[in-house]
């Protein structure tokens, strides 16, 4: 059992909304800020840098844009681990989400993910496995408008694991719209 605080993630996005979609790409990196060598065993940082590109789309299924399907791709691009000098491979993922808005501030949905490593991770003594895993549950999201700001709450249990642990995924996300 392991607990800390990860690596920090920092984006900038450009979105466009329409009468019944909403589109949106994303350009931004994970910082290597979290512990990597936490006792016992696990680690809660990464221990290199990721830049990371983002494409994603919801559709408002009725027009009063209360029920909503979404989908995000996310590709990243590893670079070497700080003191392993193993480059681990990049990834793809696939977020998806169907949502409910209660009010103009709360919103409650069903999320998951799918993340496949795309190439063998580099360097001597690294592993030659692609891993993967897929991920399902709640997520909870609270809208503030006059500061412009969102905060959500998910938690995901790993499924279909290989090659890498399997787990228990908590996450607040805090977005400041400009």
Same mark, same amino acid.
């Given at each position: 059992d392991t607990f800390g605080l990860g690596d920090l993630f920092a984006e900038a996005t450009l979105s466009w909304h329409l009468k019944q979609f909403d589109f949106s790409f994303g350009a931004g990196t994970w910082m290597p800020t979290g512990d990597t060598w936490s006792p016992p065993t696990t680690a809660i940082g990464l221990g290199y840098w990721t830049p990371m590109l983002t494409a994603g789309a919801t559709w408002f299924i009725d027009s009063a844009k209360t029920w909503s399907v979404s989908a995000l791709s996310r590709y990243e691009f590893n670079t070497a681990q700080e003191d392993t000098d193993i480059t681990p491979g990049q990834a793809y993922t696939l977020e998806w989400g169907i949502?409910? *808005?209660? *009010?103009k501030t709360l919103d409650v949905g069903v999320v998951g993910y799918y993340q496949q490593q795309v190439n063998t991770d580099g360097g001597i003594n690294a592993s030659k496995d692609r891993d993967r895993v897929a991920a399902v549950g709640p997520e909870v999201s609270l809208a503030f408008p006059k500061p412009m700001l969102m905060a959500s709450f998910r938690y995901l249990?790993?499924?279909?694991s290989e090659d890498r642990a399997q787990g228990h995924t908590f996450a607040l996300t805090l977005t400041k719209r400009f």
């Open positions: 949502g409910k *808005s209660l *009010s249990y790993e499924f279909m």
